[in-house]
Structure formats: C-alpha cells, structure tokens
C-alpha cells in the first residue's frame, strides 16, 4: 500500500559527490520520520540520517558535516546529499520511513523501506 521509490546511487570517486531520493507513495495520510540507512558487506545495518516531519536532523558521526539529509513534504521525498564521499562510504543505502495510514475511520503507523541504492566510492 506504500512503496518508496530510491534513486541517485552510483559510482563516484572519492571527494565526489552524490545525491539520493526518496519518493514515498500510496495510502499516506502523513509521515512522521524519514531515514536513510546503509550497509556494507560484512557490517551491520546502521542509521546514516533521520529528519522529522519538523525538519529536525540527526547523524552519525562519520557523517557529520559531509552528509545532509532534507526533504519535501509537499511529495513525500526525502533527500540525501553526500559530499567529499570516501571509500568507507561505499554501502548499500535504504530509505526508510514512518508512515501513517488511513482506511475508512482506521489509522495505522508503519515502516517501509525502499528497494536500496548502491553507492561506490573508487578510484
């Protein structure tokens, strides 16, 4: 009933930079949270960057002042811009989201995910 559409990933060599989206669609009456994610072979899945509906950020560490995560509300898309990408940045990105739902006079709140994107930081 909600599919997240991603896009942006690709090969870029290290100090480049990268852009992905996320375009959320179906039964949507709101979103309170969006995210991205990514996982490397080998490593746990970890959260890259999260904003509410408000606007409000978070990220990891390793991230902080390369990545900024943003999005429109307006279509239901979330962003993710990476600058001065490194090798280490080379995973699997999945967007996430928290979106409520509505059917008749039921309401309901539910995770999805989108399909990944390969990001390749190389040389």
């Known amino acids: 009933q909600v599919q997240l559409q991603e896009s942006g990933g690709g090969l870029v060599q290290p100090g480049g930079s990268l852009r992905l989206s996320c375009a959320a669609s179906?039964?949507?009456?709101?979103?309170?949270?969006m995210g991205w994610y990514r996982q490397a072979p080998g490593k746990e899945r970890e959260l890259v960057g999260s904003?509410?509906?408000?606007?409000?950020?978070t990220y990891t560490d390793s991230v902080k002042g390369r990545f900024t995560i943003s999005r429109d509300n307006a279509t239901n898309t979330v962003y993710l811009q990476m600058n001065s990408l490194k090798h280490e940045d080379t995973a699997g990105y999945y967007c996430?989201?928290?979106?409520?739902?509505?059917?008749?006079?039921?309401?309901?709140?539910?995770?999805?995910w989108g399909q990944g994107t390969q990001v390749t930081v190389s040389s």
């Open positions: 179906g039964n949507i009456f709101s979103i309170n949270v």
């Open positions: 996430n989201a928290d979106v409520r739902s509505r059917r008749y006079s039921y309401y309901r709140n539910s995770d999805y």
């Open positions: 904003i509410t509906s408000g606007g409000s950020t």
